[in-house]
């Protein structure tokens, strides 16, 4: 049985309970595995807390805060690294936005993501995150051999708005954060909510065509 983590812990605080402590502790040493030698213990902590206090007060579903949080905070890790470096032959970078973070914009990062491979560093996020991602979506998206099913809809961070070189929003309007020396493109869809798969493949087809016209702009 895990122990308790000890009152020292950056993650012992009196508005967590000891099994969501060891839930962030656990995911907090993951991710710093993942990132050993590019972040600190510290930094990855801190956004790991921060990532939680992020998603919790608009949480609907709690078992699924860690995941979600470690999720999130991975990409934040990712942003920052992009913020950080010096290089200047990185990827472009992608951010989707839509209000639920569940349909379309899952949909636009997975096109992205099997389109375009590792030449572009994609992100999502919602406004308004949902509980789970859209089951039509992940359905209409499965006929075309793209697996979306493991995502899980969370917000957007300033770090990945920053660290995006395009930022495409889909229906959050005045919700989507507005960074000034942006570059913003705003797509009008359908939202998926509610339809069958059938009534979502035109949507799907629809995000296909633009993020190939996206993607051929920005890896010509």
């Known amino acids: 049985m895990n122990a308790p983590t000890s009152a020292g812990s950056p993650f012992a605080r009196p508005d967590l309970t ?14 710093e595995r993942r990132w050993k030698g590019r972040l600190n213990k510290e930094t990855i902590e801190r956004f790991m807390l921060e990532s939680y206090d992020l998603i919790l007060p608009h949480a609907t579903v709690k078992m699924w805060v860690p995941t ?16 950080q470096s010096d290089r200047t032959d990185l990827n472009p970078s992608v951010l989707f936005l839509c209000v639920h973070n569940a349909g379309r914009s899952q949909m636009a990062a997975g096109w992205m993501r099997a389109l375009a491979g590792d030449q572009v560093d994609v992100f999502s996020g919602g406004s308004e995150p949902a509980a789970e991602i859209n089951k039509a979506a992940v359905g209409a998206m499965a006929e075309k051999g793209i697996d979306i099913g493991d995502q899980l809809p969370q917000p957007w961070a300033d770090e990945i708005v ?24 705003d797509w009008e869809l359908e939202d998926p909510a509610g339809k069958t798969v059938e009534q979502v493949r035109p949507i799907r087809d629809e995000i296909e065509h633009r993020v190939e016209d996206l993607l051929a702009e920005l890896v010509p």
Do not use: H, W
């Open 162 to 185: 920053r660290a995006a070189d395009v930022i495409v929003t889909m229906g959050c309007g005045d919700a989507c954060p507005v960074f000034p020396g942006k570059r913003y493109v």
């Open 18 to 31: 000891v099994q969501e402590q060891l839930q962030i502790s656990r995911s907090a040493a993951a991710l």
């Open 68 to 83: 979600i949080a470690e999720k999130l905070t991975n990409d934040r890790l990712r942003a920052l690294v992009r913020l």
